[in-house]
């Protein structure tokens, strides 16, 4: 299983980003989906996840409810995490993460957000 992330970049505080993350697998439903991010200095952070079930249970961490939002195409095999009101804190490499049922994790090669003030 592969995962491939993008669209990190620089955008000023306030701006939005959107993530994409493709997952190369025939059984891409089943995967319960993850990004983490990891700040220069700073223990990797869980901001948010999405269940398998079809009825996609999101978690998102206090830092980011209510900004982030993380959805699931099942016919793309994709996770998105749309970023808005991004703030300098938020600055780090993200990783997207998948997890199959027996609890095996997948992970990406990270994509940077840099957020200026």
């Known amino acids: 299983v592969q995962l491939q992330a993008s669209g990190g970049g620089l955008v000023q505080a306030g701006g939005s980003l959107r993530l994409s993350c493709a997952v190369s697998?025939?059984?891409?439903?089943?995967?319960?989906l993850g990004w983490i991010r990891q700040a220069p200095g700073k223990e990797r952070e869980l901001v948010a996840a999405?269940?398998?079930?079809?009825?996609?249970?999101?978690f998102y961490s206090d830092a980011v409810k209510g900004r982030f939002f993380i959805s699931r195409d099942n016919a793309k095999n994709t996770v998105y995490l749309q970023m808005n009101g991004l703030k300098p804190e938020d600055t780090a490499v993200y990783y997207c993460?998948?997890?199959?049922?027996?609890?095996?994790?997948?992970w990406g090669q990270g994509t940077l957000v840099t957020v200026s003030s």
């Open positions: 993460n998948a997890r199959n049922p027996p609890g095996i994790n997948y």
């Open positions: 697998t025939r059984l891409f439903s089943n995967y319960a």
């Open positions: 999405i269940t398998w079930t079809r009825s996609g249970t999101t």
